[in-house]
């Protein structure tokens, strides 16, 4: 999905840094069409994204999205989320509204960060 994703809506589904000397990668919402999120709800979203570690020396940290935390009151569950070497699943992020309002996300918004 993520492949179509890129064509539909011109950006790259690759690991993302806004600089250089960012320390994570933002993971994007892998949708084809927006998702409401109530609040109080928590609800899984993908991000295309298949990681492969290449050594069990390293893990994967994945944390709440700061935009997201303050300007939606969105925040990843469970954070920080830990991706070990032997995972190679689609990872997706449960993101749990702690508004008092609906919120929504739109496909390829940033939701996360790796």
Same mark, same amino acid.
């Given at each position: 999905?993520?492949?179509?994703?890129?064509?539909e809506?011109?950006?790259?589904?690759?690991l993302?840094?806004?600089?250089?000397?960012?320390?994570?990668f933002? #993971?994007?919402?892998?949708?084809?069409? %927006? !998702?409401?999120?109530?609040?109080?709800e928590? &609800?899984?979203v993908?991000?295309? +994204?298949?990681?492969q570690l290449?050594?069990p020396?390293?893990? #994967?940290e994945?944390?709440?999205?700061? %935009? !997201?935390?303050?300007?939606?009151g969105?925040? &990843?569950?469970?954070s920080?989320? +830990?991706?070990?070497?032997?995972f190679?699943?689609?990872i997706?992020?449960?993101?749990?509204?702690k508004n008092?309002?609906?919120?929504?996300?739109?496909?390829?918004?940033?939701?996360?960060?790796m």
């Open positions: 999905m993520a492949l179509s994703l890129e064509k809506i011109g950006i790259e589904w690759a993302h840094q806004d600089t250089p000397f960012d320390a994570y933002d #993971l994007r919402a892998c949708l084809v069409e %927006d !998702l409401l999120i109530e609040p109080g928590c &609800v899984p993908p991000t295309g +994204i298949y990681p290449l050594t020396n390293f893990v #994967l994945v944390t709440s999205n700061h %935009d !997201l935390v303050y300007k939606q969105l925040s &990843v569950l469970d920080p989320m +830990i991706f070990s070497y032997t190679r699943n689609e997706w992020i449960n993101l749990e509204n008092n309002e609906s919120v929504t996300i739109q496909p390829a918004q940033k939701i996360a960060q």
